[in-house]
């Protein structure tokens, strides 16, 4: 499953290479569910044709085109839905859930092997309502830092653990079974510490693990598994830095100790001993 870095980074090549491109035909190949709120299959392709994409914005993990007549084509790309940019002529796997070919420059495929992602035009000023989890979003590492004190006051006032805190995105935004496991080794802290029982210099470099492994993934272009690839088809980097995730019964990468896992709801969560 993508997380924050990943759908930044999509975010930030698609407004650079498809900004401005005018759509000359959409062909939605998924089930209708891909197009929920469209009449059929047909209107909503017939109501993107002839607009240009521009302005690829993000919020939280939704990303946003603007189209137009002010409204927003929202892309939810759920657990496995991402982006490929495409020639014409190359070959389409039995993935892809919706063709948007541009009048010059190829095309955009949504790609989605579980049928989960979903597009949908929405006014922009219905957007909020359309979508009412944003209004409850947490902070976002890479568009809204805050300060690591306003951090930990709201750590402070949190009695769950560490882990749930941060799977959970009205805390902070984005981050999942990858980023968690990799911030909680970096901050030196176990999965099921209590929130409110971390002393200043835990909640520093919690608040210091979270901004700069969300940061390096996106400067070192994500995380890839199972074959899983940015717009133009390339894996990323950051699976050469993870410290923990993955790599059970090895050495983490500081040398200070195994990997060790346990099970934590159903998912392998990935640790060392010496976090406390």
């Not at 993990?61 to 002010?70: A, H, M, Q, R």
């Not at 989605?112 to 590492?141: C, K, N, W």
């Not at 980097?237 to 195994?258: Q, W």
Request: proline share 4%; aromatic share 6%; net charge negative.
């Amino acid at each position: 499953m993508a997380e924050l870095p990943e759908i930044e980074i999509m975010r930030r090549d698609l407004d650079k290479d498809i900004g401005g491109r005018k759509i000359k035909t959409v062909e939605v190949l998924g089930p209708k569910r891909v197009v929920e709120s469209a009449a059929t299959k047909k209107a909503f392709g017939t109501a993107l044709e002839g607009r240009k994409l521009a302005a690829v914005q993000r919020r939280g993990l939704l990303l946003t085109f603007d189209v137009g007549d002010d409204e927003l084509l929202v892309a939810d790309l759920g657990p496995n839905g991402r982006f490929r940019r495409a020639a014409a002529r190359e070959e389409m796997g039995s993935d892809t859930q919706v063709v948007i070919t541009f009048t010059q420059g190829g095309q955009l495929r949504l790609i989605d092997g579980g049928q989960s992602a979903v597009l949908a035009i929405v006014p922009a000023d219905e957007v909020a309502e359309r979508y009412p989890t944003l209004g409850s979003l947490g902070f976002d590492p890479v568009d809204e830092p805050m300060s690591w004190t306003e951090f930990g006051q709201r750590l402070m006032r949190e009695e769950r653990t560490l882990r749930e805190l941060l799977l959970d995105p009205g805390f902070v935004v984005g981050i999942g079974p990858v980023y968690c496991d990799e911030i909680l080794h970096a901050a030196l802290l176990r999965h099921d510490r209590p929130a409110h029982t971390l002393i200043t210099q835990e909640i520093r470099r919690l608040y210091r693990a979270i901004v700069e492994t969300v940061h390096n993934a996106v400067k070192h272009r994500g995380v890839s598994f199972d074959d899983e690839t940015d717009v133009f088809g390339e894996p990323g980097n950051y699976n050469e830095y993870l410290e923990v995730f993955g790599r059970a019964g090895e050495r983490s990468r500081n040398g200070r100790g195994d990997v060790l896992t346990m099970r934590l709801g159903g998912i392998t969560h990935y640790f060392c001993d010496y976090q406390v």
